[in-house]
């Protein structure tokens, strides 16, 4: 079960790191021909020592820290879920909503502090989306394989994507 538990996290985080760029800003990832062609937040612009103090927190802690624990979490669920452990099921599936939820505080604070009007909108609407992906009953009810959680963190990277556009522009 713990190495069902490892694979989940580790799939969730690189799923969710892809394409974020490197610390010196270069990609990571060539974009797909379907790529959104909605232009980038910044314009080519340079973002100020505290617009990258967040993408830089938004790299190391909410794409790394906080999405592998999201997913340790939504791994442990299909576990329990597996083996008919209802409460276990029932705690992770709690655990991942909060997980949710504390991300989405992470990105409100951040966004009350920022200077960039642009930055603050992006935060805010990686905000709401996250919220609204916890409270949607259906994030959590058909996960029942890796596949289920791919899609799912698949999903969690989308609601990010307002502010990962902007950090890696």
Do not use: W
């Amino acid at each position: 079960m713990r190495g069902l538990i490892a694979v989940a996290a580790l799939c969730g985080a690189t799923l969710l790191t892809a394409g974020c760029g490197t610390a010196a800003g270069t990609p990571e990832a060539v974009p797909s021909a379907s790529a959104s062609a909605r232009p980038s937040a910044v314009a080519g612009a340079s973002p100020d020592a505290s617009a990258q103090a967040v993408c830089d927190d938004l790299r190391s802690t909410i794409l790394d820290t906080d999405a592998k624990a999201f997913g340790t979490e939504l791994g442990r669920m299909i576990a329990a879920r597996g083996q008919g452990d209802r409460a276990g099921e029932s705690r992770a599936q709690q655990a991942a909503g909060a997980k949710l939820g504390e991300i989405a505080g992470k990105l409100r604070t951040h966004a009350a502090a920022a200077t960039d009007p642009r930055l603050a909108n992006a935060l805010t609407t990686s905000a709401a989306n996250l919220d609204r992906l916890g409270s949607d009953p259906a994030t959590f009810a058909g996960l029942t394989s890796l596949d289920a959680v791919s899609q799912t963190t698949g999903k969690f990277a989308t609601a990010l994507s307002d502010v990962a556009d902007y950090c890696s522009a």
